[in-house]
């Protein structure tokens, strides 16, 4: 994985100034593109499309210094007029193309990415590979934005605006794994933007069984699971185990993530929910 990240990155350098067709710079490496999307935006912090806009507005500069005029560039880079230009490249280096022209700056660059992979310590990362026939998650759904650290408070509105009795009746519906009470993340954007907006559905998997008409429903593909445990501090050693999975288990075992929802099965918590033991189900393909 470390390396078809960094062969991708030179790719694009070879690119900046034609269209990016990612499935095509892919081509034969046995990577999706979702999965590539996945894992640069949890190991840079970005999405690879703003990695992509970041490179052509930092060679676009120098270009721009160098007296180029401004439509010439737009058009080089592939944007429509002068002002679709200038728009992300002060979206970039928050500051217009005749501010930089002028004043030579200020820039913003954004250095070509290298990835390696760092040993760290000799704890290892457990994990269930299973096999799961198609079932259905069951429950209320409701579209929010995606947050990375700390606890969502949309989520936590979403929960707490269901009665007691809800919650009781949703796992006597349970019937199959994983157990229990789920948080249940679907449609998540493939570059995991900050901010982007998500399924998240508090329910329960049900197998065979017809669901009430007034919950709603996620229907599940047959497919491989990789589920992680995890105990401590809630949600965020929940949290860094998620980041785990791109910085430790994805690079070093021959598995991708597929797209479909990632689920957390809560099997222990405190009374305040500040700890908890859940697992983390995410459906994978051979790579």
């Given amino acids: 994985m470390i390396g078809i990240l960094n062969r991708l990155m030179e790719q694009i350098e070879q690119q900046l100034e034609t269209d990016i067709e990612f499935e095509e710079l892919l081509a034969g490496s046995g990577i999706t593109v979702y999965h590539v999307r996945r894992m640069f935006s949890s190991l840079a912090g970005m999405p690879l499309s703003e990695y992509v806009r970041r490179r052509r507005m930092t060679v ?36 217009g193309p005749s501010d930089v022209r ?8 954004q ?5 390696s992979l760092t040993v760290e310590g000799s704890v290892p990362m457990d994990a269930r590979i299973i096999e799961r026939p198609e079932f259905q998650l069951v429950g209320h ?6 947050i990375h650290q700390g606890a969502n408070p949309h989520i936590q509105a ?15 519906l349970n019937n199959t794994e994983p ?4 948080q249940v ?25 017809p669901a009430p008409e007034d919950l709603d429903v996620i229907k599940v593909p047959a497919g491989t699971w990789a589920v992680f445990e995890m105990s401590g501090p809630y949600p965020e050693a929940l949290q860094q185990v998620w980041a785990s999975t791109a910085t430790q288990w994805f690079p070093s075992n021959p598995w991708q993530l597929r797209e479909g929802p990632s689920i957390v099965a809560v099997l222990d918590r405190s009374a305040d929910f500040s700890t908890a033991t859940c697992e983390l189900w995410l459906p994978v393909d051979r790579g």
């Fill in 158 to 172: 979403h929960i707490s605006s269901l009665p007691m009795s809800e919650h009781g009746r949703l796992k006597e």
């Fill in 111 to 115: 250095t070509i990415l290298r990835f």
């Fill in 141 to 146: 759904a409701i579209r929010v934005p995606l």
């Fill in 102 to 109: 002028r004043d030579g700056g200020p820039l913003r660059s």
């Fill in 60 to 95: 676009a500069a120098a270009d721009l210094i160098s007296g180029q005029d401004l439509l010439g560039l737009a058009v080089r880079y592939g944007y429509g007029s002068a002002e679709a230009f200038g728009r992300a490249f002060r979206a970039v280096h928050g500051a």
């Fill in 179 to 182: 157990s229990g009470l789920l």
């Fill in 185 to 209: 993340s679907a449609d998540v954007d493939a570059d995991y933007r900050e901010g982007s907006e998500l399924t998240y559905l508090h329910g329960v998997a049900v197998l065979d069984a």
